[in-house]
């Protein structure tokens, strides 16, 4: 199949995967934006609350896997395309649930929907686009899950003061019915993609002893991100509501300024990557190190300034959503000549939420036990391991991105 060179059709496939990405992202994350409000109507403890973020951690990172396999053999707008649906139903159908375990169930199986949306996009972005396009379509796509953290915590507030917590769910689900129709209609089809599946399962090679030795070091490396960035990021408007002591309404909106400052951090580290530091590992080593540092003060200054807490915050999670654009997004087109692009991007994919699996629980139960502060701590000795292990493994990989 030839790739799509033309300067329209390339922006209208790019904006329809970035649509997709946000819709993912809302009808994901929005249950994690509304906890410190579900908490507080329902009196519910943070650890309860939070295993239905667990379980969609597991569920969605367990999919990867799954979503990835599938994505190398059948065709890639259908798997999306179920995804949608499902994850539309378990939207509706948690505004019905009258316990944790119950919408514990529920989101376990909205995480199992929402994993066979970006393994196969990676796969549709790689078979359409040129090697620099994808490095762009990458970047923008990835202001998908930012655009959709922004509204999801502009509209959370809003759906509380009107109807309560179980609005922004319903919202969601319409949000994506919408994008179901519009992915039909617009995405490519059958015939543009079977070709290019075929071929790539022919030339399909065995993974070579230097790409075994590396895996361990990055998956590790992108299991560490998925804990700071998804755990940060979830329990920060508790965070910042139990120091400063103020309302689950407005700390929610303080939310707001994490997915904006990841924005910045996407076009900084995709500029850093294309004109300074190519090599991934590297590259992913010092964001780490950025985010330790902010981790560091934050701790040390711990309760002095909310807003410079929800900066230093910001600039936590703004480096590991760099970490995951590297290393998810720029990392599986290596696997190309193994034939294992949609597999490769399942499999890291499912680092990201191993990491996020255990931090959903493990942090509200540490913050519970020891304190924001002593948490806090824990977010910049997770960094600095982070930075560690992707320094640790750098020149290897290096050596193996030239042979690729």
């Known amino acids: 199949m030839n790739k799509i060179t033309e300067t329209h059709a390339v922006n209208r496939m790019i904006l329809l995967f970035t649509a997709l990405y946000l819709i993912s992202y809302v009808t994901r994350i929005n249950y994690g ?4 409000e579900l908490v507080s109507a329902e009196g519910i403890q943070k650890s309860l609350a939070s295993l239905a973020l667990t379980a969609s951690a597991v569920t969605y990172g367990a999919g990867q896997l799954i979503s990835g396999f599938l994505g190398d053999r059948i065709q890639a707008k259908k798997l999306i395309f179920s995804g949608l649906l499902v994850t539309i139903f378990m939207n509706l159908l948690i505004p019905f649930c009258r316990t944790p375990y119950q919408m514990t169930a529920v989101w376990g199986i909205n995480g199992m929907a929402q994993a066979f949306m970006w393994p196969p996009l990676v796969k549709i972005m790689t078979v359409l686009f040129t ?40 919202l969601s689900a319409l949000c994506a019915a919408v994008m179901a129709a519009i992915w039909l209609k617009k995405c490519p089809g059958v015939k543009e993609f079977s070709g290019v599946a075929a071929t790539e399962t022919q030339e399909r090679k065995p993974l070579t002893r230097n790409i075994i030795f590396l895996l361990p070091g990055i998956m590790l490396a992108i299991a560490l991100q998925g804990m700071l960035r998804d755990g940060v990021t979830t329990w ?35 500029l850093i990557y294309r004109k300074k530091v190519r090599n991934e590992l590297l590259l992913s080593g010092m964001l780490y190190l950025t985010g330790f540092t902010a981790a560091l003060v934050l701790a040390l200054t711990n309760g002095a300034n909310a807003g410079l807490s929800v900066f230093l915050t910001a600039l936590l999670t703004g480096s590991m959503h760099g970490v995951n654009l590297i290393l998810v997004c720029m990392v599986p087109p290596y696997f190309k000549r ?22 959903a629980f493990g ?41 690729a």
């Open 363 to 403: 942090m509200a139960v540490f913050s519970e036990r020891f304190g924001w502060n002593s948490t806090v701590f824990l977010w910049s000795a997770i960094a600095l391991f982070g930075g560690g292990a992707c320094l640790a493994i750098s020149k290897c990989w290096g050596r193996f991105a030239k042979e």
């Open 131 to 170: 090697e620099e396009t994808y490095k762009k379509a990458c970047v923008i796509v990835s202001w998908g899950s930012s655009c959709g953290t922004i509204l999801v915590y502009l509209l959370s507030p809003v759906c509380i003061y009107f109807a309560g917590w179980r609005a922004i769910f319903v």
């Open 236 to 270: 920060m408007p508790s965070y910042i509501s139990e120091t400063f002591h103020l309302s689950s309404k407005i700390s929610i909106l303080t939310g707001v300024v994490l997915p904006v400052f990841s924005i910045v951090t996407f076009q900084v580290t995709s």
């Open 33 to 36: 934006a509304v906890i410190a």
């Open 338 to 359: 193994f034939g294992r692009i949609s597999f490769a991007s399942g499999m890291l994919n499912f680092c990201t939420y191993v990491g996020s699996a255990v931090s």
